[in-house]
Nanobody, 127 residues
Framework: VQLQASGGGTVEAGGSLGLDCVVS????????IAWFRQAPGKEREGVSC????????YYVDSVKGRFTLSRDNAKNTVYLQMNSLKPEDTAVYYC?????????????????????WGQGTQVTVSS
């Protein structure tokens, strides 16, 4: 099982960035997946999650209306489109999966519920 995140960078406040997470070793459509972030000196925080075999997505309140998680199951890739970025969005962003087939709605945004992690990609938003 591997997850490879990319797409981070530096952007001014109000700008946009898109993150990609290419997964291998499992079929993306069959499992829950999520994006997390960790800012310096802070705990890892769940940003958005998606359950298996569904288009339902869930977001932490601080990014609702600005971030969008989507999947391309044919490419085994999950995306995080981030718009209207704020300096407080600055963090290392990670994709992760619990490798759990869960299609009953919201799974979890608790990092402890996820077992497989990508390497992280840095997002920096300047004011």
């Amino acid at each position: 099982v591997q997850l490879q995140a990319s797409g981070g960078g530096t952007v001014e406040a109000g700008g946009s960035l898109g993150l990609d997470c290419v997964v291998s070793g499992f079929t993306l459509d069959n499992y829950a997946i999520a994006w997390f972030r960790q800012a310096p000196g802070k705990e890892r925080e769940g940003v958005s999650c998606s359950s298996s075999r569904t288009d339902d997505t869930y977001y932490v309140d601080s990014v609702k209306g600005r971030f969008t998680l989507s999947r391309d199951n044919a490419k085994n890739t999950v995306y995080l489109q981030m718009n209207s970025l704020k300096p407080e969005d600055t963090a290392v962003y990670y994709c992760a999966t619990p490798l759990v087939d869960y299609s009953k709605g919201y799974y979890s945004l608790d990092p402890q519920d996820y077992d497989y992690w990508g390497q992280g990609t840095q997002v920096t938003v300047s004011s």
